[in-house]
């Protein structure tokens, strides 16, 4: 007992020190945004990419501890022994994520955009949250307009797998050294729901225009310009081996104890895909590839045992911590302040603007709209750390005979992720002007705002904007002008509630379980995906 009173305090630091650690990681928090479907205070918007919160199957995911823990390990060998588990799971986002997530990635947190042509001779006087001749939308009449909204929403499947094995145990003391290895298989299937409501087309497409256009949104998010932040309204999926967990530990459990524990250290082995940019919300099946360290414990303790009625009720307790270490990926991002603005059209180059200069004297319309799409210059290859992760898991377990039943709760902690260009930026950028012909506009942003679209000028009178091709340099965007907080996901604390029920049958050559269960994950925090889970597990021991 005294032994397992040390290893008690020994779990209490470990758990008091991850939680600790979690809360002084970095969080960012974008302005709070309090539009249609937001609830609390904390809400990113304008986001260019989505890191899992909690990969399914993973350490304390209720889906894997559920109805299996250390005593399984040891049922039919006290000295000796060894367990093995397999889940199906399936799951859906909520309603409530569909909002959220539209939010996530739409600028200013709105889940509805309106969209409109307009332009200088109307004194850019039209009410509207992105400008379409950003999006190479140039209609006939010049009177464009629409709206478009995003609903967000992931399904998954998949079978998870776990083994454990006793290395050495001690029953009459109850030490022992494990190690185990947990792995899923999934499916992982994401779909944007782009929905455009067209009011007025414009007369249709305006193919004068000297370059490639389109008739509207949803046909501007899939231009073949775009090599990257592309928004399908077709379903994304994804198969493959989740991340492999590898853990080595150490125990303290008996028979005749009423508490028991265990310590563990361990390493993530990424199997899992990573982010490439094409499209927003890809799928991503664990961690983005990311190798990482993990440490933590779990402890029980028998609440209430009647022998004779052969009942028990317990409470189980576990804590996990890890750290994701930095890989390189690709990601798209904003300029400071300007949400939305890696869609504005710019020149790649001062030579791009003096080619378009040069044309205005024989196609004034190519001259006009001659560009780069700012969403292939302001996507490049980053580095990516996710740092520090603390799970938390606990549940009430009641057993009757063969019957198991289990109730719990589990808390999910993540830090912001940080993110660093991976090669250095080049300054040879700059917005182009709406009117183009070379010259540049460098306060320009994606709504087409009437007091940054027109003719600018100082005190005395000196024109600022448009910015003319002779001063091109002066418009050049620097590393320092890029938001790569946009290309992050922030931090996040996730809930979870679930319950199983199920039964064991110890009493065979190879001591069986059955177990079913449903969890609900819910947060505050818009980056989080709340979904219901649903599982099925068997498992035997040996």
């Known amino acids: 007992m005294k032994k397992l009173r040390q290893l008690w305090t020994c779990f209490g630091i470990i758990a008091l020190s991850v939680f600790v ?3 002084e990681c970095e969080f960012d928090c974008a302005p709070p945004y309090f539009a249609e479907g937001f609830v609390g205070l904390c809400h990113a918007s304008g986001k260019t ?9 993973s350490s304390m995911s209720p889906e894997l501890v559920s109805a299996f823990r250390m005593e399984r390990t040891y049922v039919p060998n006290a000295f000796k022994g060894g367990a093995f588990q397999a889940t199906l799971f399936g799951g859906q986002s909520t309603h409530a994520t569909q909002k959220n997530l539209a939010a996530y990635f739409f600028p200013n947190g709105k889940t509805v955009l309106s969209v409109a042509d307009d332009d200088l001779v109307d004194n850019f006087n039209k009410k509207k949250d992105l400008l379409a001749q950003n999006f ?13 909204s995003i609903a967000p929403e992931q399904s998954v499947v998949g079978c998870g797998f776990y083994w454990r094995q006793s290395l050495l145990h001690d029953p009459l003391v109850g030490d022992g050294l494990w190690l185990s290895v947990s792995t899923p298989l999934l499916q992982v299937r994401n779909r944007m729901n782009l929905h455009e409501d067209v009011i007025n087309t414009g007369g249709g497409p305006d193919e004068s225009a000297g370059v490639p256009v389109v008739a509207n949104m949803a046909q501007a998010f899939n231009q073949d310009s775009w090599l990257f932040g592309k928004i399908t309204d077709c379903v994304m999926k994804k198969t493959g081996l989740g991340d492999i967990e590898f853990k080595f530990g150490y125990d303290q459990y008996a028979f005749d104890e009423p508490s028991h524990m265990e310590l563990y250290l361990g390493v993530i082995i990424p199997t899992s895909n990573k982010n490439k940019g094409e499209y927003i919300f890809e799928p991503i099946i664990g961690r983005g590839r990311h190798a990482g360290l993990m440490f933590g414990g779990a402890l029980g303790k028998n609440m209430m045992h009647s022998y004779a009625q052969e009942a028990k009720f317990l409470w189980e307790l576990a804590v996990h911590g890890e750290y994701l270490f930095k890989n390189k990926q690709v990601r798209s991002f904003d300029l400071m302040h300007k949400p939305w603005s890696r869609y504005l059209p710019v020149y790649a180059s001062k030579e791009q603007a003096q080619e378009a200069f040069s044309l205005q004297f024989s196609d004034r319309n190519k001259a006009q709209n001659l560009s780069t799409p700012g969403i292939n210059v302001l996507t490049q290859h980053v580095n990516v750390t996710p740092g520090f992760s603390c799970d938390m898991n606990s549940a009430f377990v009641i057993e009757y005979e063969n019957i198991q039943a289990e109730v719990g709760y589990n808390f999910f902690l993540k830090r912001a992720e940080c ?30 705002n009437k007091y940054f679209e027109q003719f600018i000028s100082n005190n005395s009178d000196e024109e600022l904007v448009p910015v003319a091709l002779a001063d091109f340099d002066q418009s050049i965007i620097y590393e320092t002008d890029l938001d790569l907080l946009s290309a992050t996901t922030p931090a996040l604390l996730a809930h979870t509630l679930y319950a199983t029920v199920g039964a064991a049958f110890d009493d065979k050559k190879y001591p069986l379980m059955v177990s079913g269960g449903i969890s609900y994950t819910f947060s505050q925090d818009n980056a989080v995906i709340g979904k219901w889970l649903m599982w099925l597990k068997s498992g035997f021991s040996f």
Do not use: M
Request: proline residues 7%.
């Open 21 to 23: 650690s979690a809360k």
């Open 136 to 148: 190479n939308i140039f209609s006939k009449n010049g009177d464009f307009r629409s709206e478009i």
């Open 49 to 57: 990419a989505l890191a899992n919160s909690q990969a399914p199957f």
């Open 419 to 448: 993110v660093t260009l991976a090669c250095p930026w080049e300054p040879v950028v700059a917005i182009k002007y709406v009117n183009g012909v070379g010259q540049t506009n460098p306060v320009r942003d994606i709504a087409g």
